[in-house]
């Protein structure tokens, strides 16, 4: 069963920085893609960043702002945030699929998720 722990959330001040972490319980996990996604309240599930193979892809809203990489050794994607925004408040969320480099934006192209982490960004 493929299971999925982000980690790294927090409260920050505006123009600061946090590193999220998303590791999985995965066989082979440099097959997987691995998706970051955030939901604010009462706003649908949004994209922010998308990792495949060593490929990365990113919401125009964070481009320039965010960087995703992976350590499949550690079986770990990072999601390194930079120059936060009050905007960007929200809890996120990684999510994997077996390598696939269609659709990566859509989240219901994934099938497996963690739980959430809160990014709370303070102006």
């Known amino acids: 069963q493929v299971q999925a722990v982000e980690s790294g959330g927090g409260l920050v001040e505006a123009g600061g920085s946090l590193r999220l972490s998303c590791t999985a319980s995965v066989g082979i996990f440099s097959r997987y893609s691995v998706g970051w996604f955030r939901q604010a309240p009462g706003k649908e599930r949004e994209f922010v960043a998308a990792i495949i193979w060593n490929s990365a892809y990113y919401a125009d809203s964070v481009k320039g702002r965010f960087t995703i990489s992976r350590d499949n050794v550690k079986k770990t994607v990072y999601l390194q945030m930079n120059s936060l925004k009050p905007e960007d408040t929200a809890v996120y969320y990684c999510?994997?699929?077996?390598?696939?480099?269609?659709?990566?934006?859509?989240?219901?192209?994934?099938?497996?998720w963690g739980q959430g982490t809160q990014v709370t960004v303070s102006s």
């Open positions: 999510a994997l699929r077996y390598y696939s480099t269609t659709t990566y934006y859509d989240p219901d192209e994934y099938p497996h």
